[in-house]
């Protein structure tokens, strides 16, 4: 069974303070995407990486694909009340062809005022 | 456009009863997924499908049967309703190839008991 697991699992941080989000797996998969999720609503891509060792910015999040494609991370650098929500990472298995996505186990963050 | 539409928000069912999720997308998306989220988890994928007349079982498809007979509608039919099925469906579609990103709609929100 091919598993995401992120960690930690809750954050709760003040505004501006940095955190990072990790997402690991022993398995290589041929993308990885990050999703946030709004309560009462379904997760919204953030970012999409493709190339092991890729880093992608967008505005204060950054992401990084492992090497080895088989973990990633999202950094936010002054974190401010909205980036509050569920933030899921999701993989397709390598070699599988099928558009096939596993979630990870999802972080749940709090940016408190 | 619309992009990916559930119905209903909301039903509440009782044990045994039968019922089936509505799901469409005007995207002319091949790919097409049905999952569940437990509260305060991730998705896990029901059902799958990458074309119109093919499915194929996610991580967790028992209790939940599906169709494709065109390419915008994928109904999730649950059959035998059970407590276990107590959950939030999320119903999501993707294009081929050059895109990775999953559109989600907005969820149905179900109650066994």
């Known amino acids: 069974t091919q598993l995401l697991e992120q960690s930690p699992q809750f954050l709760s941080i003040q505004e501006g303070e940095n955190l990072t989000v990790y997402c690991n797996s022993s398995s290589v998969f041929s993308s990885l995407q990050w999703y946030r999720q709004e309560p009462g609503e379904g997760p919204v891509l953030l970012v999409t990486v493709v190339t092991g060792g890729e880093v992608k910015k967008l505005k204060r999040l950054t992401f990084q694909f492992g090497d080895a494609r088989k973990d990633s991370s999202l950094h936010i650098t002054a974190a401010q009340p909205g980036d509050t929500g569920l933030y899921l990472c999701?993989?397709?298995?390598?070699?599988?062809?099928?558009?096939?996505?596993?979630f990870g186990t999802g972080t749940r963050l709090k940016v408190l005022a | 456009n619309a992009g990916v539409t559930q119905t209903p928000k909301f039903r509440i069912l009782k044990i045994g009863q039968s019922m089936t999720l509505q799901c469409a997308q005007d995207?002319?998306?091949?790919?097409m997924y049905w999952y569940r989220q437990d509260p305060g988890m991730g998705l896990k994928l029901i059902y799958y499908s990458v074309g119109a007349g093919i499915t194929d079982k996610g991580e967790v498809p028992n209790g939940y049967n599906v169709s494709r007979s065109t390419t915008e509608d994928f109904p999730l039919r649950l059959e035998l309703a059970a407590p276990s099925q107590t959950s939030v469906y999320f119903c999501?579609?993707?294009?081929?190839?050059?895109?990775?990103?999953?559109?989600f709609g907005p969820g149905t929100r179900l109650t066994v008991t």
């Open positions: 995207m002319n998306h091949n790919y």
């Open positions: 999501a579609s993707t294009g081929d190839g050059l895109s990775y990103e999953q559109y």
């Open positions: 999701a993989g397709e298995p390598a070699y599988s062809g099928t558009y096939k996505y596993i």
